[in-house]
């Protein structure tokens, strides 16, 4: 089983920047792809961006392209999103998620992050 605890989320103007982490525990996350997901108020939870297992290669939704940067440390069991240039429709519940298998089937429990013009 594999544990995921998320922190970092919090209350920022438009324009600013945040870097969530997702430290993973019970056993190693270093050969899983990892992911970052987001749900918003009233809307259904959406992929923001994945991570495989050496860290050399990264997808991103269309939406933050250019603004996230998803990471990882192996040695720290650790994924981080950098966020940068925050708009307010990137206010969210942010979940990190690793895949096992074809499906991300562990979760974490979100961090709020609330963007605010």
């Known amino acids: 089983q594999v544990q995921l605890v998320e922190s970092g989320g919090g209350l920022v103007q438009a324009g600013g920047s945040l870097r969530l982490s997702c430290v993973a525990s019970?056993?190693?996350?270093?050969?899983?792809?990892m992911g970052w997901f987001r749900q918003a108020p009233g809307k259904e939870r959406e992929f923001v961006a994945t991570?495989?297992?050496?860290?050399?290669?990264?997808k991103y939704a269309d939406s933050v392209k250019g603004r996230f940067t998803i990471s990882r440390d192996s040695a720290k069991n650790t994924v981080f999103l950098e966020m940068k240039s925050l708009i307010p429709e990137d206010t969210a519940v942010y979940y990190c998620?690793?895949?096992?298998?074809?499906?991300?089937?562990?979760w974490g429990q979100g961090t709020q992050v609330t963007v605010v013009s």
């Open positions: 998620a690793a895949r096992s298998g074809n499906d991300f089937n562990y």
């Open positions: 019970g056993r190693t996350i270093s050969t899983y792809p």
């Open positions: 991570i495989n297992w050496t860290g050399g290669s990264t």
